[in-house]
C-alpha cells in the first residue's frame, strides 16, 4: 500500500477528521469508527452476558488476555511483563513508587519530562529522603538520532549528571516539547556499567504507536506508555511493561484485588500475596469495553503497514512541515534539522502569544498546541496526515507574522 492510499483508507474511518485539520495527535488520537463500534459491542456484550455472572468472567478473562498479548507482541515482550493501566502517569507512578529506595538515593530527571511525573518523583523523593537532579536535554537541539557526535553530546552530560549515589534515571523516548529522540537502548548499555546500576524509567506517551518500541520497551526498567495518543485508542487504556528486575525489587504500594494472585481471599498471615507478573501493579475495576477499542486500533494501524514504513511516511510528512515552517521569515522551528518523529515544534517571534494563535488557527479548524518550556507551537503529523494539511497550515502560520 503507498502512503497516499494508505492516508485515504484510514482517514475515512476517522470522524473527527473529516471536519477539521488535526495536528494534537500527542496530545490525543481521534479514535476510527470500528474502533468505537468494538467498545460499544463489548459494552453490549457485557451487558448481556452480565454484568455480574458465571457467564461474564470467560469473556473477561479473554478480553485481558488477548489484550495484554497484543501489546506485549508491539513491546517485544511476554505478557508476564506488561501491567494494564489507565494512562502513561499511572504506569510510571505505580511501578516507581514500589522500588526499593534508601535515604539520599538520587533521582536524574530529564528537564523535559511531563509535569505529572515531575510531581511523582518530586513528591517520592521528600517521602523518601531522595535527591532529585536535573538532566538537561531541552537544550539539545541537533538530531540526537541523526549525528554520532550529537548522541554523544547527550551521553557527555548523561555522565556528567549521574553521580555515584544515582539509583533512578528518569527521561522519555520522545521529548514531548523539542521532540528529540533519546536512545534508550543505548542508555540501558550506558548504565549496566554504572555501580549502583540506576533503574531506567521512560515515558512513552509520545513513541508508543508511533515507531518500533520494542528494543527501548524490552530494555528499560519501567516504560510507559498510552493507547490514546499515537496508536488512536480509546482514553482510560494503556499499559506498562516492567523488567525482571523490578518484579523481583519493587513491591506494590497502590494495592487492590487485582494485584492478588487469589483476589478472593487476602488473610492477615499469608505471605507473597501479590501475583509475581506485572498483574501485581494492576489494581481494580476498570473500563473492559476499551479493550476491545484499542485492540482495534493497533489492528487498522498494523493494517497501513509495517512500523517502519508507518514511521518513514511520518518522516516524510514531518521534514515537510520542518522545511515549510523554517522557510517562513520569524519562525524557528525549535530542533535545527527535521524532526525524528511526527512532533514538529516551532517558535513564533517575539510579541506573538501563542495561546491566541491556537485560539485563531482553532476558528480555521486547524489545531495545533501550544507549550510553555520552551514557549512554543507544537503540531503533529501522523499516518493519517495529509500534505494539503500541512500547506493550509504554514499558510496560515506566515499570516500571523
Ligand atoms: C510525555 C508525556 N507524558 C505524560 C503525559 C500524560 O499522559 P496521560 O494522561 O496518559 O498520563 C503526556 C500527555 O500529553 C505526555 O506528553
Redesign the pocket.
Known amino acids: 500500500m503507498n502512503a497516499i492510499e494508505s492516508q485515504e483508507s484510514i482517514r475515512s474511518l476517522i470522524p473527527a477528521l473529516s471536519n477539521k485539520i488535526y495536528f494534537n495527535y500527542?496530545?490525543q488520537g481521534p479514535l476510527p469508527n470500528p474502533s468505537l463500534d468494538a467498545i460499544t459491542n463489548s459494552w453490549k456484550k457485557i451487558q448481556i452476558l452480565g454484568p455480574f455472572t458465571e457467564d461474564i468472567w470467560p469473556f473477561i478473562a479473554k478480553e485481558i488476555n488477548e489484550t495484554r498479548q497484543l501489546l506485549a507482541k508491539a513491546c517485544g515482550v511476554t505478557p508476564r511483563r506488561i501491567a494494564l493501566t489507565e494512562?502513561?502517569?499511572?504506569g510510571c507512578v505505580i511501578p516507581l513508587l514500589g522500588i526499593p529506595f534508601n535515604p539520599g538515593d538520587r533521582i536524574l530527571i530529564s528537564d523535559c519530562e511531563?509535569p505529572?511525573?515531575i510531581a511523582a518523583c518530586k513528591e517520592l523523593a521528600k517521602k523518601k529522603g531522595l535527591i532529585l537532579d536535573k538532566l538537561p536535554v531541552n537544550g539539545l537541539r541537533e538530531g540526537i538520532d541523526r549525528y554520532k557526535e550529537n548522541e554523544n553530546q547527550f551521553f557527555d552530560l548523561l555522565a556528567k549528571n549521574l553521580t555515584r549515589k544515582s539509583r533512578l534515571v528518569v527521561v522519555?523516548h520522545i521529548l514531548?516539547n523539542t521532540g528529540q529522540l533519546i536512545p534508550i537502548e543505548r542508555i540501558v548499555k550506558f548504565l549496566s556499567n554504572h555501580p549502583n546500576q540506576p533503574y531506567l524509567l521512560v515515558?512513552a506517551?509520545?513513541s508508543f504507536g508511533q515507531i518500533d518500541v520494542s528494543g527501548a520497551a524490552s530494555q528499560a526498567d519501567i516504560y510507559a506508555f498510552?493507547g490514546?495518543?499515537w496508536a488512536l485508542g480509546p482514553e482510560g487504556l494503556?499499559g506498562v511493561v516492567v523488567s525482571e528486575r523490578v518484579l523481583n525489587d519493587s513491591s506494590p504500594v497502590l494495592i487492590g484485588w487485582r494485584s492478588l494472585k487469589d483476589e478472593s481471599v487476602c488473610d492477615l498471615i499469608e505471605r507473597n500475596q501479590f501475583h509475581k507478573d506485572s498483574r501485581r501493579f494492576e489494581i481494580a475495576t476498570s473500563c473492559i469495553p476499551l479493550l476491545a477499542g484499542l485492540r482495534s486500533s493497533l489492528m487498522l494501524i498494523e493494517k497501513e503497514g509495517k512500523v517502519s514504513s508507518r514511521k518513514e511516511n511520518i518522516l516524510k510528512l514531518s521534514q515537510k512541515l520542518w522545511e515549510n515552517l523554517n522557510a517562513i521569515n520569524g519562525i524557528s522551528p525549535l530542533l535545527k534539522g527535521p524532526p525524528p518523529s511526527g512532533l514538529v515544534s516551532f517558535k513564533l517571534p517575539k510579541g506573538i502569544e501563542t495561546n491566541k494563535v491556537v485560539r485563531e488557527l482553532g476558528k480555521n479548524r486547524i489545531w495545533v498546541r501550544s507549550l510553555k518550556e520552551p514557549d512554543c507551537l507544537r503540531a503533529c503529523v501522523h499516518i493519517t496526515s495529509l500534505n494539503n494539511e500541512l500547506t493550509k497550515l504554514t499558510k496560515s502560520i506566515s499570516g500571523f507574522i
Open positions: 500527542g496530545g494512562n502513561v502517569t499511572s511531563h505529572g511525573v522519555s514531548w515515558d506517551a509520545q498510552t490514546h495518543k494503556g
